[in-house]
């Protein structure tokens, strides 16, 4: 069983589109979050949930918007894509950010994003 | 400045030597400290996490902590080419509730 899920795995679509990208946890996790890296392989936090609730939104366009229906469950979606978005994406999910001082976190496969 | 920094690379070492990751960071508020490997065109995933100063070890690595001079370190030791990979630092700070990546170091292991 794969820990943490994500759909789908390679995107490729043209600039303009607005395109979701899913996430699902299922090891109980109260907290997830999206990240970002880029062609150059740096890993930059987007976005962090904790039980539904946004607790991180560093500074991304407002084009980004997560939807979290569950604590299992947290997706992305991104409105009028530009070049600039074409990263991976990963979603990851810890046990409790908000009072673990630990926070192991748990990464999905990636997407793959390409813009046109 | 950024809030985490890793020793550039990539980092060239022949199989069977230690291979030595350097990570400072600027945020006193952090209690824990990971690092994490990535393959390339895979997710990163925990190989350490410590959280008290001094050294840790786990098979072949060893992470090390100092808080006062704001370090934490990994060893690799008897290098192989499969240790070949990118390696991230993060640490957690728990007031902030928030993770933060270095930008990783390409380490690669020369058979």
């Known amino acids: 069983d794969t820990a943490v899920s994500q759909t789908p795995k390679y995107l490729v679509t043209q600039m303009g589109n607005d395109k979701s990208i899913k996430c699902e946890q299922n090891?109980?996790?109260?907290?997830m979050y999206w990240y970002k890296q880029d062609s150059k392989k740096f890993l930059k936090i987007m976005f962090s949930?904790?039980?539904?609730?946004?607790?991180i939104n560093e500074t991304v366009p407002n084009r980004f918007s997560p939807k979290s229906p569950d604590k299992a469950h947290l997706n992305l979606h991104i409105n009028s894509l530009e070049l600039g978005d074409s990263a991976v994406y990963f979603c990851?999910?810890?046990?409790?950010?908000?009072?673990?001082?630990?926070?192991?976190?748990?990464f999905g496969p990636g997407t793959r994003l390409t813009v046109l | 400045q950024k809030e985490v920094e890793q020793n550039s690379g990539p980092l060239s070492v022949p199989e069977g030597a230690i291979a030595s990751l350097n990570c400072t960071y600027s945020?006193?508020?952090?209690?824990?400290f990971f690092w994490y490997r990535q393959y390339s065109g895979k997710s990163p995933e925990l190989i350490m996490s410590?959280?008290?100063?001094g050294d840790k070890e786990d098979g072949r690595f060893t992470a090390q902590l100092n808080k006062a001079s704001q370090y934490v370190s990994l060893l690799i030791r008897d290098s192989q080419p499969s240790d070949s990979a990118t390696y991230l630092c993060?640490?957690?700070?728990?007031?902030?509730?928030?993770?933060?990546f270095g930008d990783g170091t390409t380490l690669t292991v020369k058979p």
């Open positions: 990851a999910s810890s046990q409790d950010a908000g009072r673990a001082i630990t926070d192991t976190q748990y």
């Open positions: 090891l109980g996790h109260d907290t």
């Open positions: 949930y904790n039980n539904k609730e946004l607790i």
């Open positions: 945020d006193r508020g952090s209690q824990s």
């Open positions: 410590i959280y008290s100063n």
């Open positions: 993060a640490l957690y700070n728990t007031n902030a509730g928030k993770s933060t």
